[in-house]
């Protein structure tokens, strides 16, 4: 199994590589941090005898000039450390962008790094990214689709200040070219595109907005269409959670709406869990699911993958709300009342036993500190 290291290793990119790894069962890659760079006999004690450097640390916004000497300086400080390495890596896969060489002070310092890093004799992947998107991008940093979702999660309106078309990436797609994987389960190394407008961009991600604020899920009639909503879900939990159904109740009785899915089936199926009892410890990287207790009472927990702090909620059939599980954020449901936990589970895809989309991860990690990082 090939031994891994990454730079960059807690930014975006960074953390959907790693995430990635864990969904693969691979061991955590050794973290070059932004300190161990500007020493190169610690970057070459970290990276003697890898396989594969994975270089992810970058500056994408600021003055021009600092956001050029600064991939430029990433780039060197590395260079720096490989040539100082006993037995040096394999190869080095660079997080280089389409922009690369374009005459913008970003992309001619991107095609600079590109050649420093190939000057030192190491193999050289140079993968010339384009725009990424995913789950838990930095708003107004990243990119313009998890700026879009924030002003969504928060009740405003994007603005479009002059359509393009772009073209867009997921992030563990991106993460699968990096560290070498084949196709496989929901990730694709080949980074299939999508293009689309700006102003179409603001127009389906407010429509998937405005649907999920009603607890229904909009439609969704391709993988990127999934990726887009499992992205705009992650800056709108957990504040939007749990979500209220409709209740309609008439002589007979009562009825809760569950799941109304537009243009979609999915798989629903129900479980009884005895008291004590827990179910789940997995998380996803692209399927959608959701929670519904119908009978009994019971505490959900999540936790990013990651990260250090769970996420609750107590919730009971008397009151039925949905709980949509976040992709990336291992979760459980535990049965907390004397009696039968009776769930509802819906996923919007049916259950593939060869590529199931479900990794094992602990809620709980006993060790960790609020707030404290678990991978990398």
Known sequence: MLRLAITGAGGFLGWHVRTLLRALGRPEPIVVSRADLTDPAAVAARLDGVDRVLHLAGVNRGDPAEVAAG??????????????????????A????????????????????AGILASTGV??????????????????????V??????????????VHGDRELTLAHATDAAARLVGVPAGGSWDPAMPPLRIGVGELA???????????????????DRHDVRLFNTYRSHAFPAHAPLPLPRRADARGELVETVRAHDGGGQTFCSGTHPGVTRGEHFHLAKIERFV??????????????????????VAGDEPVAVDMPTMWAHRITNTGP?????????????DPGRPDTYPEPVELPALVPGQAVVG
């Open 203 to 221: 127009r389906r991600l407010t429509g998937f907005a405005e649907t999920y604020r009603r607890a229904e899920i909009p439609p969704l009639r």
């Open 71 to 92: 991939n430029v300086q990433l780039a060197a400080q590395l260079a720096q450390g490989l040539r100082r390495c006993a037995t040096p890596p394999r190869s080095v």
């Open 123 to 144: 193999a050289l992947d140079d993968l010339l990214l384009p725009n990424l998107y995913g789950e838990h991008g930095r708003p107004f940093y990243n990119s313009v």
């Open 293 to 314: 207790v119908l009978r009994g009472s019971a505490e959900i927990a999540l936790r990013r993958v990651g990260d250090g702090d769970v996420v609750r909620f107590a």
């Open 339 to 351: 009696g039968e936990l009776v769930t509802l589970f819906w996923t919007n895809e049916l259950f």
């Open 94 to 113: 660079f997080a280089n962008s389409v922009q690369a060489g374009n005459g913008t002070p970003y992309g001619d310092a991107k095609a600079t790094a």
């Open 146 to 159: 998890a700026t879009f979702c924030r002003l969504l999660a928060t009740g405003d309106t994007p603005e």
